[in-house]
């Protein structure tokens, strides 16, 4: 499956989805004018992906999980929704068996943003790991 790279620009987050090798990336700003339009083809990618992972389950293991790497400075709650929806597919991958690892990362100073991580995490039962960055 190829993967899914979209440049950031001042509005947009960089979207990086490369199964080859197992790590997905989501940073940046994210306060796109229209939100659907923007995360659309990403959850469209993370679907298909979701069905060749059907194929590829042993690829994947506890010390080598399926890794979301989430790095936001801002994103507004347009795009927090499809935010939601993104690791709700990501949830499903890991209830369905196969590891998922997501990394939540933070400026130290950023709160609000730690603060959503936890809500987020708390809202989808799923475990994250928080790792603060300078």
């Known amino acids: 499956m190829e993967a899914l790279i979209i440049d950031p ?13 197992g790590r997905l990336e989501l940073s ?3 306060r796109p004018e229209d939100v659907r ?12 992906f979701t ?4 194929t590829s389950v042993a690829r ?5 999980p399926l890794t979301l790497d989430l790095r936001f400075t801002y994103f507004n709650s347009s795009s927090a929704k499809f935010l939601f929806d993104i690791l709700s ?5 890991h209830l369905s068996g196969i590891p998922v690892r997501v990394n939540w990362m933070y400026a130290e100073e950023d709160e ?3 603060e959503t991580g936890k809500e ?7 475990p994250f790991e928080y790792i603060e960055v300078p």
């Open 37 to 48: 339009t923007f995360y659309c083809p990403v959850l469209e990618w993370i679907g298909r």
């Open 9 to 21: 620009t001042r509005t947009t987050p960089l979207i990086h989805l490369d199964p080859d090798h």
């Open 120 to 126: 987020l995490s708390e809202m989808l039962e799923m």
């Open 51 to 54: 069905d060749e992972l059907e």
């Open 60 to 64: 994947y293991t506890s010390d080598n």
């Open 89 to 93: 597919s990501f949830n499903e991958i």
């Open 28 to 30: 940046g700003i994210s």
């Open 112 to 114: 609000d943003v730690y």
